[in-house]
């Protein structure tokens, strides 16, 4: 009997131990968290929205900062035909405030639009069709210091011949990649070569400078797929696609999402790494 019991308390153990092991894994998005579906979106309200474009609304890590391009007037304080704005609220579940352009440094006589905020709050990712650049639309990037201050944007830097083309390049979207410790800008291009007239590239940064991109080809088609949106742990990623199967019309585009899965590698040292791949998944159309 006590050698019974001695062996059911071992098991309770073994057991306790293995989750004690797993939790950190499920904390660091090994195991596919659950989500409930979706609720209905709600218009964010005059305060943000105007009776002219707003578009490629983009968060801050904390959900208290909202950017977005408007096409909103030089009455409204624009500088050019579109520009880039940002609205602050005091918590997550508070309203949003007055929208306040990001001033000359950021915008320009031109079309600025598509922000893309790095996850720790240093880096502003958009697009633009200022002078300066290489083709129709470029990739730009602007560094602050202070993360707290949404006007200390420093002069935006062209991310050169290795990112953009002559063609048409913008959808950034920053992956910071901790687990690699390489990171990605994903993004979109109708440069020449691609399989359809805009593909989904991926540029690595590597050494301080980013790498020519590479097309995604899980992602591809010979159609448009474009907007690119990772989501901040690599597991899944959005975009908007004009590929057949959309569920509205033939001249319509949809939402699409797919994700992937994160393989623990193990390097024969004490601990381990972990890399992504995708997990034979196909994208899908959001709601």
């Given at each position: 009997?006590?050698?019974?019991?001695?062996?059911?308390?071992?098991?309770?153990?073994?057991?306790?131990?293995?989750?004690?092991?797993?939790?950190?894994?499920?904390?660091?998005?090994?195991?596919?968290?659950?989500?409930?579906?979706?609720s209905a979106p709600a218009n964010l309200g005059s305060f943000v929205n105007t009776e002219f474009a707003e578009s490629g609304p983009h968060t801050s890590k904390d959900g208290r900062t909202l950017y977005f391009a408007s096409t909103r007037p030089a009455s409204y304080g624009s500088f050019g035909g579109e520009d880039l704005w940002v609205s602050q609220r005091a918590s997550a579940d508070a309203p949003w405030g007055p929208p306040m352009n990001l001033g000359g440094t950021i915008n320009t006589g031109a079309n600025d639009r598509t922000p893309a905020l790095s996850r720790d709050g240093h880096y502003l990712f958009f697009v633009s069709d200022r002078p300066g650049g290489l083709g129709g639309l470029d990739i730009w990037v602007s560094w602050r210091a202070n993360t707290h201050d949404i006007f200390g944007w420093e002069s935006p830097v062209n991310l050169g011949t290795d990112v953009n083309s002559p063609a048409t390049d913008g959808g950034p979207s920053f992956?910071?990649?901790?687990?690699?410790?390489?990171?990605?800008?994903?993004?979109?291009?109708?440069?020449?070569?691609?399989?359809?007239?805009?593909?989904?590239?991926?540029?690595?940064?590597?050494?301080?400078?980013?790498?020519?991109?590479?097309p995604v080809s899980e992602l591809n088609t010979a159609q448009f797929d474009l907007s690119p949106?990772?989501?901040?742990?690599?597991?899944?990623?959005?975009?908007?696609?004009d590929r057949p199967g959309r569920r509205r019309g033939p001249r319509s585009v949809?939402?699409?999402?797919?994700?992937?899965?994160?393989?623990?590698?193990?390097?024969?040292?004490?601990?381990?790494?972990?890399?992504l791949r995708v997990g034979g998944k196909h994208p899908v159309a959001v709601g």
């Open positions: 009997m006590n050698c019974y019991r001695m062996r059911v308390r071992n098991v309770l153990l073994l057991a306790l131990g293995l989750l004690a092991i797993l939790r950190p894994y499920h904390q660091d998005g090994l195991a596919a968290p659950g989500y409930g579906a979706w992956f910071e990649n901790d687990a690699a410790g390489i990171p990605q800008l994903y993004m979109t291009s109708s440069k020449a070569g691609g399989l359809g007239g805009i593909d989904i590239y991926v540029s690595a940064l590597v050494g301080g400078v980013f790498q020519p991109p590479t949106s990772i989501r901040h742990d690599g597991l899944e990623i959005a975009f908007t696609s949809e939402r699409y999402a797919i994700v992937r899965e994160r393989d623990v590698v193990h390097t024969g040292q004490s601990g381990g790494g972990s890399q």
